[in-house]
């Protein structure tokens, strides 16, 4: 169950031309102020604005004839429900997404246009998963899980291969990446893709302060889960209460460690992000690159690679953060 | 003085590994709403957030020793100061960037930052060419100038051949293609470049409603000025007064015509590329989405390719055109 550095080598080849690759951007005047050298891989310009389609695309595309047939489902209110509806709609494969009743509406909107079946169900009374298994069971659907999946960790390690190759390209060689983590499916995949392209990069994961259950759970050497307690934050894509438990066994193995970023530095990275790189970078996309701007992984006589993994946010909760 | 194909192809070997290889995005739901395919040029990402750092940088590069020693000079408030303050930084020149004294703060910070020496003057009482020449003479520098210069056309030009082979590898033709106009540098140059790697493709300007100088130079087959009426426009970056002797050289021989966008239509853009590109794209570098995504230049049953050609916007400015 353990995916293989061969296996996002497959994946590579199928989303060749499918997926976006996406640029390795730097600033010399910000690398100036850090006295390292900063990239910044913008997968928030991927296709449905997150990381998730590689690996949805990845798993859909693996489907058989009859089980294509048949249709997928997933349950998501953010990030991978587009990813799955949009992947599935570029395979000629029907979706449905079961989404909370109260979801914003712009993000139900989006996953229908996208090409998505919205089902709809009460986040109170009802439960999503049993939701979707129902629908599996009645369709014959497959279900598309957002981590826990070795084909969807081999997608979203496509994101690494990328890396490694813009880096090389660049005549540079990767010290650290730093990877946003929620499920840990896109950390898990980009450090499997860098133990073998780019075997001397040390990679660490990002969460926000109070969500660290994979920091946590790396330095405990087994997996917890996050404590339910005062915790807020605003970083809505990171809010998987533990590490899946197919990445985790590639974490374990693969990381240097976790680290926890206050929403305050993931607000400010998402300035400097619209200001000098012109990106739009959603909270939890944007927490890798707050880990390095405020010094949590350190910038000064290295060459160090975030992954800003996602672009989906509110105008209201964008303009608040860059103003 | 009239750049040729030969200059862009040279331009393009000189920026290599210098200028970001922008990249060309596109959305499947906005080309299933629009009925065609739009392609979004993403030159926002570019080295000092526009366009601008191309032309200088091919500029610059061919001084000779002896001009290089003396230094550059330029005068502008917006992308073309901070062009040329990188693309000098990246050379080893000094560049002398005269800007008015009242200028944003982040304008000038940004200048410096960049490497350029800033000499502030006095808008109402003071001439910035007269300074800029006076400081020409002094030092011996070369003045850069925004558009009217062979090499600084042929490096905007790069932009279009870029765009040509990025369409190419897409396996698609463009039938045209919307560029912002300004003193028209830009899309000269991109329309020198279209008219040898992908001559079946129709350019455009585009520019703010009532400061359409170009539009209406073409219609009256010469070069007249805007009216400096009661226009007003909040794309800063596209007020010069009328289109640069040779760019309207190239202009009359190689464009479709011109088109003007009200400033409503702009913010809109800047909107959509916000929410579906993730982009931060300028006032000024979004008046071609906006002719594609209000219908201007119709997008239905056609493949066009808008240029977003720049992202310096200040965030007051940019949450009010998205909020």
């Not at 404590?227 to 807020?232: K, W």
Request: with cysteine; hydrophobic share 50%.
């Amino acid at each position: 169950m353990i995916p293989t550095f061969a296996d996002i080598e497959a994946a590579a080849l199928r989303l060749a031309g499918k997926a976006v690759l996406t640029p390795l951007l730097e600033s010399p005047e910000l690398n100036a102020r850090l006295g390292g050298r900063l990239l910044v891989k913008a997968e928030c310009l991927q296709r449905t604005g997150s990381f998730k389609f590689r690996g949805a695309y990845n798993r859909i595309s693996q489907l058989t004839e009859e089980e294509r047939r048949r249709g997928v489902v997933a349950y998501s209110s953010g990030n991978h429900a587009q990813g799955v509806a949009a992947a599935a709609s570029a395979l000629g494969v029907a979706a449905v997404i079961v989404m909370p009743a109260d979801a914003p509406a712009v993000k139900i909107a989006n996953t229908r246009e996208m090409g998505g079946e919205v089902v709809l169900y009460d986040r109170w009374t009802e439960s999503r998963e049993a939701i979707a298994a129902a629908i599996a069971v009645e369709r014959g659907a497959t279900l598309v899980p957002p981590f826990d999946d070795p084909q969807i960790i081999a997608g979203q390690g496509t994101c690494g291969l990328e890396l490694a190759a813009q880096a090389q390209a660049m005549g540079l060689l990767l010290d650290v990446a730093v990877v946003p983590a929620s499920g840990g499916g896109l950390v898990a995949g980009v450090a499997l893709a860098l133990s073998h392209a780019s075997p001397g990069t040390e990679v660490f994961s990002a969460e926000p302060e109070g969500f660290e259950d994979l920091a946590r759970s790396l330095k405990a050497g087994a997996r917890v889960a996050n404590e339910m307690g005062e915790a807020r934050s605003f970083c809505d894509a990171l809010m998987a209460s533990s590490p899946g438990e197919i990445p985790f066994a590639l974490h374990r193995k693969l990381l240097g460690g976790g680290v926890a970023v206050p929403d305050a530095d993931t607000a400010k990275a998402m300035a400097e992000a619209f200001s000098r790189f012109r990106l739009v970078v959603e909270p939890g996309g944007a927490v890798a690159l707050a880990a390095a701007l405020s010094g949590k992984v350190p910038v000064k006589g290295r060459t160090v690679a975030v992954i800003c993994s996602g672009g989906n946010v509110d105008a209201g909760v964008f303009c608040r953060a860059i103003g």
